[in-house]
């Protein structure tokens, strides 16, 4: 008996050593999380005549990566104006780039961001500030300019926000998007998109699909239709910011910030639409039949669904697009972690105090099989002037194996023809080039000759496969379309994650005549917080400011 009761003392012990010096990065279910690319500070490729002494067109500690896409040869990132001194919005570097701190190059050319150095003209094929950027399957990047500049200092509307269309075989943009001021708000602040393409037919070359996108500031959800060149706005109390949780916590930081809806993410099997504000713990849905049926009647309200809460606020959120597994982020745990509604399934796919601090964008690319990308950064000390130069502040995080993989092309049959993710090399123009730095560059075709590159199947002996394996090999792939599936019925008998409580399934807004029902799993009552006829949140974060016809540009 006392052998016995000196091991239980023994195993004690280190269970207590093991909870009070819990480890720096813990991973469930095999999960490799490895580093891209990591940055101290963000630079850039000038040209020889950029003032980078000037502190308001190059202040390196105030700029902040918020976007990311994955492309086949290149990775996107964007950088908005959220301070003065960011020279480029929109910037990428090469997916074979060895080494820490690449130069950031001026996406496609230094002449689309004048605004950096105020010489813009809003007529002008240029951007002013891009929060989020996607590809798709045509292989054109979506480039959302929400036209605002200084939006975290003095909000100056520079111009009216806008989406441009890159084809990414030329770098030459294909379509400018214009929103009308019908659906533009005094401190619209277009943050975020999602481009479906569920109906799009494939002779239609992504012209008629879908675009969602958030308005942070003004609360709402702008829907765009390619096909018809149609745009309209939906709101609804769930998009704006509750005041309980305008305060985040990352670590010993603490900062307060009023943000409306802004992580999105889309199942296409499911079609729907997930998104959530930054200040607040919930997560909501909606159908994309109920956003793309127009602007709502009279009366009528928008059916958005809670689907659950989180441990604490977020602002990353991805979606797999196939299977239904949902990726976010919550900003208090540090962590990484997926939940699948339709089985109740949770994993706690990372956490790591140092590397994920601000998840800012959750990406799932078709043109990287199964693995899952994550932005990070310390965008809270960017946000409290309180920044260390001399310590990573940037990181490009990849963990594979954690999207469920396609099928063969033979083995799917259903919306073959309307998803084309492996587009075929397209025929084009070679760009006049000159000398001037600011010229857009002629497109090299060497680019696309590593198509001729073989195939290895290797992987490591864990099964994982890393960043490096995958550069060496993704060139001559094809991506294969969706497999469509039947949804599963929720398994309620699966544990709870710590950082999702997930209701009992999906369940409408209540009418407000109606007594509200308890939604959690642990008997939390849902309330809403935010006034549904309280539309002016101006105040609550920025100073008033001018419509962008009454505001001068300076010179």
């Known amino acids: 008996m006392r052998k016995q009761s000196n091991r239980s003392r023994i195993w004690c012990m280190v269970m207590l050593a093991f909870i009070s010096e819990p480890p720096q990065t813990l991973a469930l279910h095999s999960s490799y999380m490895e580093t891209v690319k990591q940055w101290d ?107 605002v500049s200084r939006s975290l200092e003095d909000f100056e509307i520079t111009c009216p926000p806008k989406i441009l269309i890159y084809d990414l075989y030329t770098n030459q943009v294909v379509r400018r998007i214009d929103f009308p001021t019908e659906v533009i708000r005094g401190e619209s602040l277009f943050t975020n998109i999602v481009v479906d393409e569920t109906t799009s037919r494939k002779e239609a070359h992504c012209d008629d699909v879908f675009a969602y996108i958030t308005d942070t500031v003004a609360p709402g959800i702008v829907v765009y239709d390619s096909g018809k060149d149609l745009t309209w706005r939906l709101s609804h109390p769930a998009m704006y910011p509750d005041p309980d949780f305008a305060e985040s916590r990352i670590l010993e930081h603490r900062f307060t910030l009023m943000d409306g809806v802004v992580g999105l993410a889309f199942d296409p099997e499911a079609a729907i639409l997930y998104f959530q504000p930054l200040a607040t713990d919930r997560l909501f849905s909606v159908s994309t039949a109920a956003l793309r049926a127009g602007p709502l009647e009279f009366g009528k309200d928008l059916p958005v669904k809670l689907v659950g809460r989180k441990s604490s606020q977020g602002i990353g959120l991805a979606a797999a697009p196939r299977g239904g597994t ?10 990484v972690a997926s939940w699948n509604p339709r089985t109740n399934e949770h994993s706690l796919l990372a956490q790591d105090k140092e590397r994920i601090q601000f998840a800012a964008d959750l990406r799932t690319p078709d043109r990287d099989g199964t693995a899952l990308y994550i932005l990070t950064s310390k965008f809270h000390r960017f946000y409290l002037k309180n920044l260390n130069a001399n310590e990573v502040n940037t990181r490009i995080l990849r963990i594979d194996g954690v999207v469920k993989r396609a099928v063969p092309l033979q083995q799917s049959t259903v919306f073959s023809n309307q998803h084309r993710f492996a587009p075929t090399r397209a025929s084009y123009e070679h760009v006049s080039s000159s000398n001037s730095f600011y010229n857009l560059p002629a497109p090299s075709a060497s680019q696309f000759d590593k198509s001729s590159l073989p195939v290895s199947s290797s992987l490591p002996s864990n099964g994982v496969k890393s960043y ?20 599963a019925i929720i398994d309620k008998t699966k544990p709870i994650s710590p950082f999702f409580m997930l209701n009992s399934g999906e369940k409408t807004f209540p009418p407000p005549h109606v007594p509200r029902p308890q939604f959690g799993l642990n008997g939390e009552i849902f309330i809403q917080k935010v006034n549904s006829h309280f539309n002016d949140f101006n105040g609550l974060r920025f100073p008033k400011s001018l419509h962008f016809n009454q505001t001068a540009l300076a010179r």
């Open 326 to 335: 949902i990726f976010y982020s919550p900003l208090t745990e540090t962590a």
């Open 468 to 487: 490096a394996s995958f550069v060496q090999n993704f060139y001559g792939k094809q991506p294969q379309p969706y497999n469509y599936e039947p949804v």
């Open 41 to 147: 500070l963000l630079n850039y490729n000038f040209p020889w005549d950029y003032p980078v002494a000037n502190k308001n067109f190059f202040n390196a500690e105030n700029i902040v990566a918020t976007g990311i896409e994955v492309g086949y040869d290149r990775i996107f990132l964007a950088t908005p104006r959220l301070f003065s001194g960011v020279p480029a919005t929109l910037s990428s570097i090469s997916r074979d780039s060895y080494g820490d701190s690449p130069v950031l190059s001026a996406y496609p050319a230094w002449s689309h961001h004048r605004a950096g150095t105020n010489e813009y003209n809003c007529s002008d094929i240029g951007l002013v500030s891009v929060y989020r950027i996607r590809i798709d399957s045509c292989n054109r990047l979506w480039a959302l300019d929400a036209g």
